[in-house]
């Protein structure tokens, strides 16, 4: 069938297949005659069948030699195969070793039962390689004496195999009877029965294996006492001589059936024609690679190999796991080989087989990368897969679902430890302990190297804290050293480190403030190519940001503190000294770190004054650097409430400012941080300061302003991280111009733009907190200002009218005469544009709705505009009657009772006189059926200050809870 599917077949392929077929007819009929005699077969006869069968054979031989090489095309092996059993075939000779008469019975039941086994296995003829009749050809007796059992055992020295078995692959047994034919006695330890391995000879001439008779010297305590096992004579000496001559026979004699069997399993490798065949040839290559270095060399040497790596894909679990057991045991202790196996394979292969869902697949792999991970060269390979460490680590992690695996997993990465790359590998991937351990205990080369990694990777938050533990002495050590090297390394991975906010309290026990403030001020490298002034300072920064009690911390050994004049002062002449940038940023984020304690924050205000800093500090905000623009803003808004109008003074001579500080983006999206910061910062300076409130003006900001704020309501706060705040900002900023309303030109403003309905507005369309406590405190200012602009309404008539006379009863417009609205707050002619009225706005229910706000700040803001509608000098009856309509009353004491804070209990309660002296008994009901209100009230009485106390007090007697002094007459 080969011959007749091949491409090229022989142009004698018809007769080679006639002759051979006319064998294999005689070659039958040979055999039915011994099986289906009656009578013993006498030696003449039995000697005339095997000569026979010798010629049949040796016919069938020359038949498979006539095929031309051209005909096995590119299967190199099917050739080799082909060759090999035609040479074999014409060398057959059989010799008997006992009489056929002896051996009928033992035959007839030995074919039975070989008939029976090949049946039940179904080997189909075609997939052989040799495909022969065993029973023809060989004395099936012999194969299974035991002596030729041991033999086939001894060629894969000391193995647990099982005795060659007739139904395995029938290309095997040919080869190795050839091979072991030429066995000798000798080649058997008389004690152990065994082909020998190490064979040593007594005095007495006979050779053992030396373990076996060394036991047995070992049983005699007396060397008097002591005897040979087999001649039975005395020894006088226990010593023992190598037979070096038999032992060269037995290797000999060894190597000859390892190639052979090597060459067979080969050959049906590379066929693959059934599952068992590919097993057996596999096992037969175990049993051999499990002996001498040279046989695993041999193995791997006969094109074995990438038969293997095929088979690793193959769907049969037990095929894969026989190949990964056959490589691991080619690869051990023997660097050459990995090397070798490592050009055939891809490691990934064997790495993508970690995952299976086969335990067995799993364990065979990891023994097998377990083995190659023991050569340093392949160390690095195994590294270099993509995930694989990755995979072994999670492994390693998981003991509860897989013992073994985990214990090999964690072998294979201590394994590859070797790698510095590994170790960074490892360390991304969460495994942080090799890296740690080489940065403590690694020599300087290592350490350095460690460093790097280290500064590199991004590290999960859940391992931050722990590194910093235990990375952080030797940093600092390395930090401290000369090497300029292990310098730069150690400050790139200790601001790794401290940009994890929790690590800053570690590192200041550590003592890396000392260090750093030592590097800025004192400790000066020439010609190091590193600014170690600047990267101190980019790791203080980050250290200070997490740490909020840095008043007394001390900096050096001379007992200087960070609010000490040395530290500010020399931080604040680095900034202006024109420093780079970078180095800026972070001394101004020192500072800023500094302002979050008040003593600590004196110090920074006494030093930007004294040395003019708030000049340098406010050219910054101009920088095109964002991060350096930003920073300076920020400092400067902590700095304002200690300096406001000075800061103003330096931002109005400062080229290109205010205006600078309130551009507006093209888009909501577009809203950057220091957008947002600069809003912040003009309207965190002081309101009342005219000057800046003139600038503003002048360049034309408020339309600006209206338009961003529009578009931000638009577009929702969401649009970008920064509109809320930005949002928060430019409302400061119009809420500043309410605070000089006294300047005609801030007049002009507010009633031109309409401030009041703005800020009504922003009370209800918006989210942010702050957004509706600074409309509020803007409602507030301008309705403080409604008293003043609120006037009579003048009518004045026309003059062409007093030229003329008309009785009364044709008087024009006598029944119908125009009325002007008159305010009842305010007794004049109001409008929420020209004299900011809230009651004409529809502010006050916005208003109270605030005072129902969780936020303090929100309900003092709406209270204190609220209580601008109750000022002696508008007409209070008819504002708490109109406040009563609303039910202001019922919210105000939801304050008093909700909150404890003591502006918000003086506002309320002075808010609850009001209604009690001007609001009559409706009001005076109200707040008298609250049961809640008068525990409030002696709360305040008793625990509060100054007004407050005064006021619960009136409330209390006006409730008659308390006796009115004034009607008290002692008697005299």
Request: hydrophobic letters at 40%; aromatic letters at 6%.
């Amino acid at each position: 069938m080969e011959l007749l599917s091949a491409d090229s077949f022989p142009a004698n392929a018809i007769e080679i297949l006639q002759t051979l077929s006319k064998n294999v007819d005689l070659a039958n009929d040979l055999v039915k005659r011994c099986q289906q005699g009656t009578r013993p077969i006498l030696d003449s006869e039995q000697g005339s069948i095997i000569a026979q069968l010798e010629v049949v054979i040796k016919n069938v031989g020359e038949c498979l030699g006539l095929i031309p090489a051209s005909s096995f095309e590119d299967q190199v092996y099917m050739e080799v195969a082909i060759r090999s059993i035609s040479n074999e075939m014409k060398k057959a000779q059989f010799t008997t070793r006992r009489t056929l008469s002896s051996m009928t019975s033992e035959l007839d039941s030995h074919i039975l039962s070989l008939e029976n086994q090949l049946k039940e296995e179904q080997v189909s003829t075609e997939t052989d390689l040799y495909p022969i009749n065993i029973e023809d050809s060989t004395d099936s007796t012999f194969f299974n004496t035991p002596r030729v059992i041991e033999a086939r055992k001894s060629t894969s020295y000391k193995t647990n195999r099982k005795p060659w078995n007739m139904s395995r692959s029938l290309s095997t047994l040919p080869q190795v009877a050839q091979e072991i034919e030429p066995l000798y006695e000798t080649f058997f330890c008389p004690l152990t029965k065994k082909i020998i391995d190490d064979p040593v000879t007594t005095e007495t001439g006979v050779t053992y294996e030396r373990k076996a008779i060394t036991e047995w010297l070992e049983k005699f305590k007396n060397s008097e006492e002591i005897f040979c096992p087999i001649t039975g004579h005395k020894l006088v000496t226990r010593d023992l001589v190598t037979n070096i001559a038999l032992k060269s026979t037995i290797d000999e004699w060894r190597e000859r059936n390892e190639e052979a069997t090597i060459k067979v399993s080969q050959a049906a490798l590379s066929l693959a024609s059934s599952d068992n065949m590919v097993l057996e040839a596999i096992k037969d290559l175990q049993s051999i690679s499990q002996g001498r270095q040279y046989s695993r060399k041999q193995v791997c040497s006969n094109g074995v190999l990438a038969s293997l790596v095929k088979f690793l894909q193959y769907k049969n679990i037990d095929v894969v796991c026989a190949a990964l057991e056959l490589l691991r045991l080619c690869a051990e202790e023997d660097d050459g080989i990995k090397e070798i196996i490592s050009k055939k394979l891809h490691i990934s292969t064997v790495i993508k087989m970690l995952s299976s869902s086969h335990q067995r697949v799993r364990h065979a792999s990891l023994l097998f990368l377990l083995e190659l991970s023991r050569s340093k060269f392949m160390c690095e390979k195994i590294g270099s897969v993509p995930g694989g460490i990755l995979m072994l680590i999670s492994l390693k992690y998981k003991p509860s679902i897989d013992v073994f695996a985990s214990e090999k997993a964690d072998e294979t990465l201590r394994n590859l430890e070797r790698s510095p790359n590994n170790i960074k590998r490892m360390a991304e991937c969460g495994l942080l302990e090799p890296l740690l351990n080489q940065l403590i205990e690694g020599c300087e080369d290592m350490k350095m190297e460690m460093a790097s990694y280290l500064g590199e990777i991004v590290l999960g938050h859940d391992r931050k804290t722990y590194v910093a533990e235990r990375a952080s002495p030797p940093l600092i050590k390395m930090v401290r050293s000369g090497n300029t090297l292990c310098r730069r390394e150690a400050f790139k991975a200790l601001s790794q480190i401290s940009t994890y906010q929790p690590n800053g309290k570690i590192l200041v026990e550590a003592g890396l403030v000392q260090i750093m403030f030592e590097e800025m001020f004192t400790r000066k490298i020439c010609d190091e190519p590193m600014n170690s002034t600047m990267e101190a300072a980019a790791i203080l920064a980050n250290v200070f940001e997490s740490v909020l009690e840095l008043e007394n911390l001390q900096v050096n050994t001379r007992g200087h503190t960070m609010s000490s004049n040395y530290v500010v002062y020399n931080i604040i002449n680095m900034v202006k000294n024109s420093t780079p940038d970078d180095l800026n940023i972070n001394l101004i984020r020192i500072l800023l770190c500094l302002t979050k304690t008040p003593k600590s924050t004196a110090t920074v205000v006494s030093a930007v004054k004294t040395t003019d800093a708030s000049y340098t500090l406010t050219e910054f905000t101009n920088n095109p650097h964002d991060e350096l623009g930003i920073a300076s803003i920020k400092l400067l808004g902590a700095l304002s409430p200690y300096m406001g109008h000075t800061l103003i003074e330096r931002l109005c001579k400062t080229r290109g400012h205010p205006e600078n500080l309130i551009q507006s983006p093209t888009e909501v999206t577009q809203i950057t941080e220091r957008h947002a910061v600069s809003a912040k910062y003009l309207a965190q300076l002081p309101h009342q300061n005219l000057t800046l409130n003139l600038a503003l003006l002048s360049k034309n900001a408020v339309p600006t302003i209206l338009q961003t704020i529009n578009q931000i309501q638009r577009s929702g706060t969401r649009s970008s991280r920064y509109a809320n705040a930005y949002l928060e900002g430019l409302v400061g900023i119009l809420v500043r111009f309410t605070a000089t309303l006294y300047e005609p030109q801030m007049l002009f403003l507010a009633r031109n733009y309409n401030f009041t309905i703005v800020f009504s507005e922003l009370l209800m369309k918006t989210s942010s907190d702050e957004v509706q406590r600074l409309s509020a405190i803007g409602l507030e200012n301008l309705s403080t200002e409604s008293i003043n602009l609120s006037k009579p309404p003048q009518i004045k008539k026309a003059k062409f009218m007093k030229l003329f006379y008309l009785p009364k009863s044709l008087s024009l417009g006598s029944s119908r005469r125009r009325k002007i609205p008159v305010c009842p707050v305010h007794r004049g002619a109001c409008s929420s544009q020209n004299t900011f009225c809230l009651v004409d706005a529809k502010a006050v229910e916005r208003l109270l709705g605030c005072l129902d706000h969780e936020n303090v700040e929100v309900v003092d803001a709406a209270l204190s505009a609220i209580c601008t509608l109750l000022d002696d000098k508008v007409d209070v009856d008819n504002s708490v009657s109109m406040l009563s309509e609303v039910n202001a009353i019922k919210h105000v004491l939801n304050v008093v009772k909700e909150h404890q804070q003591e502006d918000l209990w003086q506002k309320s309660l002075w808010v609850i006189e009001k209604f009690l002296m001007k609001g009559g008994d409706k009001s005076v009901s109200d707040i008298s059926q609250d049961r809640l209100f008068p525990a409030t009230l002696v709360s305040a009485f008793h625990h509060g200050q100054g007004n407050t106390r005064q006021l619960a007090e009136k409330i209390l007697r006006h409730l008659n809870k308390m006796p009115n002094l004034t009607t008290y007459n002692p008697i005299m």
